[in-house]
């Protein structure tokens, strides 16, 4: 059974920083893309980083780049998002996927699924 369990969200000022952890169990982690997306209430889930299996391709949503910085560790099969300089407008839950598509950024292509992290940054 496939399992992706994320950490490490919480309650945060703005100019803070949080590191989102996500150990995945259950499937060949090497392999998989690793992404992470987040999703604000009342608003539809978006793209935020993702990760290639050997760390070659990582690409990142405009409204975090520069900021957030998505890391791996094969051998530990965890996937790391890096949150520096936060604002208010990173307050969501925060998902990590696997996909076997490298670089895409669509939720409907992502198969397996974290229960994701709450993130709530204040002013």
């Known amino acids: 059974q496939v399992q992706l369990v994320e950490s490490g969200g919480g309650l945060a000022q703005a100019g803070d920083s949080l590191r989102l952890s996500c150990a995945a169990s259950g499937l060949a982690f090497s392999i998989y893309n690793m992404g992470w997306f987040r999703q604000a209430a009342g608003k539809e889930r978006e793209f935020a980083a993702s990760?290639?299996?050997?760390?070659?391709?990582?690409y990142y949503a405009d409204s975090v780049k520069g900021r957030f910085t998505i890391s791996r560790d094969n051998a530990k099969n965890t996937v790391y998002l890096q949150m520096n300089s936060l604002n208010p407008e990173d307050t969501a839950v925060y998902y990590c996927?696997?996909?076997?598509?490298?670089?895409?950024?669509?939720?409907?292509?992502?198969?397996?699924w974290g229960q994701g992290t709450q993130v709530t940054v204040s002013s």
């Open positions: 996927a696997s996909t076997r598509t490298v670089g895409t950024r669509s939720p409907s292509e992502y198969n397996y």
């Open positions: 990760i290639s299996p050997q760390s070659l391709s990582i």
